[in-house]
């Protein structure tokens, strides 16, 4: 099955936000921002920018109408900045125009006199200084105090993993529009329509029915549109509303990047126990999460992160606490894996450590106490269908583990400046939004009169092929050609109080549901065609491949034709329906439960060549073995893994966010912050779908594939480590993400080097 | 200066009277409403804005890619862009349905980027590889697939018409049969040229006095910084005027004109002649369609200290040519620079030519880059060295080094210590000392100074580790 999405891609004929054809008169916006972290504004001067000629508007905290908070969890954030600022960046005023160039033009003539307070970048200092969003929370199983005791090894350390630009290639954006009776249309670029609508209707003291937010797709969100899309388009509703006009705001890349939050950066402290045989009994970790200004979705993130603390591991007793810091940069934010990544980084990172003392390989141990059937996490929630072992194993026999080693030790005995290095990343990652109310969804599907039908759901395509995946399921329902299929735009007048697309749920939720009112318009049409057949048994009707069937014998009626039928017979050719994702539960008071549907598995195997002299590498190759379920699209789900594999490996290694020690971002441009590129994406990406693996919680046994391969990324850092341990066996290398081709070098001539800056 | 503009868009002959300093990506996206052309940064890394700019060059029609968001629509006066759009037929392309069947595409927005890089490759080249054709990939930045689908696209397209290419087809003929292309391809030629009979009269502007307005070179770096300024301001576009471009050997030198692209220096016969990795080299420089556009004056007077044209030429110890309306005079590279961005040069004055010796038979260069990631980056360190040896003696050496100082540096302790010095490990690790005390790196995005400093010497010890392997131990440099 061909992706429709994708025909209109390659040929340039997809439209974004900014490529929709906008009225006559649209204005432009830009946001003026805070120049400084943290300050009192004692006062705006807007003279010498309203006296450009072409502004229509700099609208501030004063001018909106309604409650100036767009927090989501908490109710902890303003829309425009108005007595005090807490980043750098943080909206102070928006400028609309005749055109963009105008409006940036004005905001930089806007004058402010600060007070200004205290920065802290730091999340232990924000820790230490008790600047916490929410209590620390903690997850325990079993004791560890008592376990550590009987250890044969216990190993303490820290970590560090830094934070992600998404870098979606198509930059926020909003375009409004003003209705009749006071409300507006908002065409946006957000993974959370809802989020958008329910923003706008606070900020403008409007009712959410008087907000239409309309999404055609995204050009790539991953987490950073789904709050974060909301103030954009709130701005342009807030300039459309009080100027009675249309009106457009895209943020330029460099300001995207200097004003959105990212993936948390985190600083964590663990504590390993193992036996001699290599077993982990017991594993302590505390987290230390940088949220930025602002509680955003960080209390979510964390919670994911104490999830995910184990990876793939059974631990019989183990404690985790995070604590949720409060520091003076942009509010971080979803970013896919949210907060998984920077939980498994942590607990590899204490396995490698674990392995490089007892002088035990870091696949022995990790192939030790990988998770078995029935096995308990820390949350309370036993393993089910666990797959983890058995792709390993799968792993181990389909790449042959023993000859990369093999490879890989006589390339080292050969070369003096080159090294190489392999490492193993297992990953078993829970499925559903871990808040439970959030596992819902609804569909609504319409038959029309010629057989052409039309779905509306509450996910948002933003690449991930969601489009598709629904279109293959209603396809699966009716068995009739997916050219009759078309998905529309995700829109809140069509599908009311929608959970954002994250969480790698959008196809099970919005697919389940879609099935559901596809079978409701289904079972209509059988008995339309039992009556019309003059059979008794409808539901011995079927369609096969649009034609109707009784009891597999073919009949002359066709879908066209049962359509006509049931249409004059006054059946109605629309239906909605609404999916809940069953036994899932939490308990937030106890901190246990049963927060997932169900795991995603799988296991990668990533190697890589450092330049010991340059400390540049290569990452040379990614072999996989994932557990996908029964895809319901092979080529979008093996895209979802190699894409989400290339990201893991930016984060782990070149992607690199700098703020300096008064919260200005220093890479705040493609020029300065780098993602992979076509070269830098090895050449040897192999992904294998683990077979016969139906998954009964997905819609037709599918399974959830959009964040879990990203953690195999994390295998590339510890490729990079073991190389070069070989260089230099006794080099003391932090843990600390991304491994720069600068952390390379620092650390491999730490020892060696005093170099002294000229006097 | 305001001027008409004519030009082929796509298959349809326009005017358009809009400033010329105007990007092309904002006339095609806002006057021609194309917007399958598409902005994603506006500095020219990540190739959402790729189009094809077709020219007239010695009767041939020659295509290059180029990043539309840098280009000033004066650039493309008489000549021939293509857009996604214009790559379009009623049906797919070859290219365009194996982006879809491979898993190529995702979100889209990258996507017609990619295509016009890759249709473009087939058609500026005259055989294929799958090597090359993902190079040419080199300026595309997808954030959603790893690019696998996208090599996977490469490949199979290649391995399709590198046989077909073979046979004596004209190129585009060969494509618009292939279906690559539509067929108004095959008249484009025509069209151009009688555009450029009618036209005739609107491009000639020698006035070389260029105060008070903006001279793009180019344009790669200036565009990024400057572009609504440019928009304010009186453009003169670099190749409207009589400064050359080209390579040529005269006299035991080489001769570079001003107007010199990047892209035209990798592919010179006569660098490569005498520096026989000058393709390596250049393929750290920037993305093809940066490297298409920047030039090598633009590259030196843009004055940035991590400039790697200017790396170099400075370990050339090349000759610039400057020149006004009246006269000209020459200056060395490395006298050149006086601080953080200031130039010994007059506001009126043009760099027109870059010149340095033929390399001597006993004579050897290298140059080194690192930067966060190996492609499509600005140099953290970069550095070049010419060395002129007998035997294993140095008679003369010049190194430069970027990124360590306000100014492209010329190393002229280092190179001093090392004149008539016999090569050793321990002479080079003496060396790198007196090489520490001529830089004053800074920290910022692109490293701490103190991994500049480790940085600048590894590069300096992979200079003689490559260059004299069997005379340095490399177990004493580690």
């Given at each position: ?30 946001v003026?921002c805070s120049p ?51 980043f750098v960046g943080q909206p ?73 630009e ?5 930059t ?79 943020l330029p890349r460099q300001q995207d990047m200097k004003i959105t939050g990212k ?66 940069l942009p ?326 966010v700098?703020y300096?020690?008064?919260g200005q971002l220093l890479t705040n441009a493609?020029?300065?912050y ?86 | ?478």
């Amino acid at each position: 099955m061909k992706n429709y999405d994708s025909i209109e891609h390659v040929r340039g004929e997809s439209l974004f936000v900014d490529d929709q054809l906008t009225p006559i008169g649209t204005l432009l916006g830009y946001v003026a921002c805070s120049p400084i972290a943290h300050g009192r504004i004692k006062n705006i001067d807007m003279t010498k920018a309203l006296n450009i000629k072409g502004v229509k508007a700099i609208l501030t905290a004063k001018d909106i109408p309604g409650e100036n908070q767009i927090g989501g969890i908490i109710k902890d954030e303003e829309l425009l900045a108005d007595k005090e600022v807490h980043f750098v960046g943080q909206p102070i005023a928006f400028v609309v125009a005749d055109n963009q160039i105008i409006a940036h033009e004005a905001a930089e003539l806007i004058e402010y006199d600060f007070e200004k307070l205290p920065v802290i970048t730091d999340p232990r200092k924000a820790a230490e200084a008790g600047e916490l969003i929410q209590p620390p929370r903690t997850f325990k199983l079993g004791n560890t105090d008592e376990a550590f005791a009987k250890c044969d090894f216990v190993f303490e350390g820290k970590v560090e993993s830094g934070g992600q630009e998404h870098l979606y290639l198509e930059t926020q954006g909003a375009f409004a529009y003003p209705v009749e009776g006071g409300g507006v249309k908002i065409f946006s670029s957000t993974q959370g329509p809802t989020a958008v609508q329910r923003v706008t209707a606070r900020i403008l003291g409007i009712p959410m029915h008087k907000v239409e937010v309309d999404v055609l797709r995204i050009g790539g969100g991953f987490g950073g549109k789904e709050d974060q899309a909301s103030p954009w388009a709130a701005l342009a509703a807030l300039g459309a509303k009080i100027l009675n006009k249309p009106v457009k705001l895209i943020l330029p890349r460099q300001q995207d990047m200097k004003i959105t939050g990212k993936r948390h950066p985190y600083s964590s402290d663990f504590k390993i126990g193992l036996n001699k045989e290599g077993e982990i009994l017991a594993y302590e970790a505390v987290f230390y999460q940088n949220a930025g200004a602002a509680a955003d979705l960080s209390t979510a993130v964390l919670e994911r992160t104490l999830f995910h603390c184990t990876n793939s591991y059974f631990i019989p007793n183990v404690k985790a606490t995070a604590y949720c810091c409060r520091t003076n940069l942009p509010p971080n934010t979803a970013f896919r894996g949210f907060g998984g990544p920077q939980g498994m980084f942590v607990i590899e990172s204490a396995i490698a450590k674990a392995a490089e003392e007892m002088g035990m390989s870091t696949v022995e141990i990790q192939k030790k106490n990988l998770l078995d059937e029935g096995d308990e996490f820390p949350y309370g929630q036993r393993i089910e269908h666990c797959r983890i072992r058995r792709c390993f194993t799968e792993l181990e026999k389909k790449y042959n583990l023993y000859d990369i080693k093999k490879r890989v030790d006589d390339f080292n005995s050969s070369n003096k400046m080159y090294k190489k290095g392999f490492a193993v990343m297992p990953v078993t990652f829970g499925i559903s939004f871990t808040s439970t109310f959030m596992n819902q969804a609804s569909a609504l599907v319409h038959i029309y009169t010629d057989g052409s039908i039309s779905i509306s759901t509450a996910a948002v395509e933003m690449g991930q092929g969601v489009n598709e995946k629904i279109r293959a399921v209603a396809q699966k329902v009716f068995s009739v050609n997916s050219e009759r299929i078309k998905i529309e735009t995700t829109n809140t007048t069509r599908v009311a109080n929608t959970s954002p697309t994250a969480a790698s749920k959008a196809a099970d939720l919005n697919g389940y549901a879609t099935q559901k009112a596809c079978e409701i318009l289904l079972g209509r049409l059988k008995k339309v065609a039992a009556k019309e057949l003059n059979i008794e048994q409808h539901n011995n009707i079927s369609i096969q491949q649009e034609i109707i069937f009784n009891k597999d014998e073919k009949t002359d009626l066709t879908f066209d034709k049962l359509i006509q039928i049931a249409y004059f017979d006054r059946i109605s050719l629309s239906a909605q329906a609404h999916h809940a994702t069953p036994h899932i539960h939490f308990d937030k008071t106890k901190e246990k439960g049963q927060p997932f549907a169900y795991h995603a598995y799988g296991v990668g195997i990533v190697e890589a060549t450092v330049d010991c002299i340059r400390g540049t590498y290569k990452i040379d190759s990614v072999k996989v073995i994932h557990d996908f379920g029964k895809s319901l699209h092979p080529v979008i789900d093996k895209g979802q893994a190699e894409g989400g594999i290339i990201q893991g490996i930016g984060w782990m290694t070149m992607e690199e966010v700098l703020y300096n020690e008064e919260g200005q971002l220093l890479t705040n441009a493609l020029s300065t912050y780098k993602i992979p590129d076509i070269h830098f994406s090895p050449d040897d990406i192999q992904v294998h779908f683990l077979e016969d693996a139906p998954n009964p919680y997905g819609p037709f046994n599918s399974k959830a594939i959009g964040e879990p391969p990203l953690m195999y990324g994390i295998a590339a850092y510890f490729a990079i480590r073991n190389a070069m341990k070989k260089f230099k066996a006794e080099c003391d290398i932090e843990f600390k993400a991304p491994m720069t081709p600068e952390r390379v070098l620092l650390s491999l001539y730490q020892k060696t080097t005093v170099l002294k800056p000229a006097n | 200066m305001k001027r008409r503009l004519n030009f082929i868009l796509n298959k349809n002959e326009v005017e358009t009277s809009q400033h010329p300093g105007m990007s092309l990506l904002d006339y095609l996206r806002q006057e021609a409403n194309l917007t399958g052309t598409k902005e994603g940064c506006k500095e020219g890394d990540c190739g959402t804005c790729t189009v094809l700019i077709g020219e007239l060059i010695k009767d041939k029609l020659q295509y290059k890619s180029v990043n539309s968001c840098l280009l000033p629509i004066g650039d493309v006066n008489q000549k021939h862009i293509v857009t996604i759009e214009g790559l379009n037929r009623e049906e797919l392309t070859p290219i365009q349905t194996e982006m879809v069947d491979e898993g190529g595409t995702q979100c889209g927005f990258c996507t017609p980027g990619f295509v016009v890089s890759l249709s473009g490759y087939y058609l500026i080249n005259d055989d294929y590889n799958t090597e090359d054709a993902i190079d040419s990939m080199n300026g595309n930045i997808c954030r959603c697939t790893g690019y696998a689908g996208i090599k996977r696209t490469a490949n199979k397209i290649t391995q399709r018409l590198k046989i077909l290419a073979k046979n004596n087809h004209s190129k585009i003929e060969l494509l618009v049969g292939e279906k690559i292309l539509p067929e108004y391809f095959l008249d484009v030629k025509e069209k151009l040229n009688s555009l450029i009979l009618q036209k005739k009269s609107n491009i000639t502007d020698d006035n070389l006095d260029f105060s008070n307005h903006f001279t793009i070179s180019g344009g790669t770096d200036l565009m990024v910084q400057k572009w609504e300024d440019i928009l304010k301001s009186d453009v003169s576009l670099i190749s409207d005027k009589n400064v050359i471009s080209g390579i040529k050997e005269e006299n035991s030198k080489i001769i570079i004109g001003g107007a010199t692209t990047a892209s035209e220096i990798e592919d010179s016969p006569i660098m490569a002649k005498y520096f026989p990795e000058i393709k390596e080299y250049l393929s750290l420089f920037g993305s093809l369609p940066i490297k298409n556009t920047a030039t090598v004056a633009g590259n030196i007077v843009n004055a940035s200290p991590i400039a790697d044209m200017t790396s170099i030429f400075l370990a050339l110890n090349s000759t610039l040519t400057l020149r006004n309306s009246n006269s000209s005079r020459e200056i060395l590279l490395k006298d050149f620079y006086k601080g953080y961005k200031t130039l010994d040069k007059k506001e009126n004055e043009l760099l027109t030519l870059i010149s340095f010796n033929i390399p001597k038979e006993n004579s050897f260069f290298n140059y080194e880059k690192v930067s966060k990631r190996k492609y499509l980056d600005i140099a953290s360190v970069n550095s070049s060295l010419f060395i002129d040896v007998d035997e294993d003696f140095i008679n003369e050496v010049n190194i430069s080094a970027g990124g360590v100082a306000p100014i492209p540096l010329y190393l002229k302790e280092t190179g001093k210590f090392l004149s008539s010095k016999k090569i050793s490990s321990a002479i080079i690790e003496e060396a790198s000392e007196i090489l520490q005390d001529e830089i004053s790196p800074i920290s910022d995005a692109r490293g701490t100074a103190e991994y500049k400093r480790l940085l600048l010497r590894q590069l300096f010890y992979a200079h003689f580790i490559k260059l004299f392997p069997k005379l340095i131990v490399i177990e004493e440099l580690v």
